[in-house]
């Protein structure tokens, strides 16, 4: 049934929704799991699900020589026009930023955001920040406040960290859909990255995760009751 699927958009074969697949889970939903950069289609129809998840990947929002950065890009429009719950995270984010008008552009000093930094909520994010978070991250990019949009939470070096679109359409900067397994991974995988400028090691990535973890947790479970909340 439509109003109990979530259509979870991701970038490569072996993406995984982690903690956010969990969470919609346990508020009784099902999960529509495609990865467009393979050639899995996108729906037509806006009102086709309950609501739309597009997580992070390696690619820019900027790629428009991609077919599915173009196919996403003009999804979300779709998405945003027909007033349809939308969460965007890192990469979703910066297409949703896009979509409104907005840049995505690199930090000027050629910083990046890879590991565990805070995250301050605006005086409009109160709501949904109760205080500081130390947010899990791993970026290059980042991206400008859209028009007509509210700034919900900001950071050191990239200070557009949260931000909602409408009722019911949000962008975050950070991924608190990472698991430890997904954390371990991704060092393992991109352990190129962590040389570059803001970056930090793996083994701060692995003790902040254990100060900051069940912080992170409680903050996703709290973001998806007020966003659509359980089936029933």
Not at 123 to 150: I, V
Request: proline share 7%; charged share 25%; aromatic share 10%.
């Amino acid at each position: 049934m439509p109003d109990k699927k979530v259509l979870l958009v991701m970038h490569q074969a072996t993406s995984d929704p982690g903690r956010v697949g969990e969470a919609l889970r346990t508020l009784g939903y099902q999960l529509d799991m495609r990865v467009p950069a393979i050639g899995d289609p996108l729906p037509s129809d806006p009102h086709e699900h309950a609501a739309t998840v597009i997580f992070g990947g390696p690619m820019s929002a900027n790629d428009d020589h991609e077919d599915f950065i173009r196919e996403e890009t003009a999804f979300v429009d779709k998405l945003l026009a027909a007033e349809r719950p939308y969460f965007g995270i890192c990469l979703g984010a910066q297409i949703m930023a896009r979509c409104l008008g907005a840049d995505v552009t690199r930090h000027p000093a050629g910083c990046m955001e890879i590991g565990y930094y805070r995250v301050e909520p605006t005086e409009a994010g109160t709501h949904y920040f109760t205080e500081h978070l130390n947010a899990f991250q791993w970026h290059k990019e980042g991206f400008d406040l859209p028009r007509d949009c509210t700034l919900l939470a900001t950071g050191d070096l990239f200070p557009n960290q949260a931000f909602r679109f409408g009722k019911k359409a949000y962008g975050i900067q950070f991924h608190p859909e990472v698991t430890e397994a997904m954390n371990r991974r991704w060092l393992k995988k991109a352990s190129h990255m962590l040389v570059e400028p803001g970056a930090k090691p793996a083994d701060q990535h692995l003790a902040d995760r254990q100060a900051y973890d069940n912080d992170m947790r409680l903050w996703l479970d709290n973001f998806l009751q007020g966003w659509i909340g359980p089936t029933e």
